[in-house]
């Protein structure tokens, strides 16, 4: 079993920064992929950022070059650093790991990003 704690959301202008940070009950360092998702007001949850064990990560499409995910694998946290942030960021953020095929999902950090 993994626990999966969010924290570091919040109300932010646009063009400001936050970062987000997922809490792991385990130790992280065996775990292959660790994930951030979102899932905005009426829509789909999607993916935004992935990192395997090897420190190589994945973006979409619309955060490349503005957000960074990162593993503290000493402190069981995965990190999302997100700067110049859009209004069509505001979202609900989700850590996420599936190891062995079995999915553990956080309860979410709103972000609210104001025009």
């Known amino acids: 079993q993994v626990q999966l704690e969010e924290s570091g959301g919040g109300l932010v202008q646009a063009g400001g920064s936050l970062t987000l940070s997922c809490a792991a009950s385990v130790s992280i360092f065996g775990i292959s992929t660790m994930d951030w998702y979102r899932q905005a007001p009426g829509k789909q949850r999607e993916l935004v950022a992935s990192?395997?064990?090897?420190?190589?990560?994945k973006y979409a499409d619309s955060v490349k070059g503005r957000f960074t995910i990162s593993r503290d694998n000493p402190n069981n946290t995965l990190l999302l650093q997100m700067n110049s942030l859009k209004p069509e960021d505001t979202a609900v953020y989700f850590c996420?790991?599936?190891?062995?095929?079995?999915?553990?999902w956080g309860k979410g950090t709103l972000v609210t990003v104001s025009s």
């Open positions: 996420h790991t599936a190891p062995y095929g079995i999915h553990f």
């Open positions: 990192i395997t064990s090897g420190n190589i990560s």
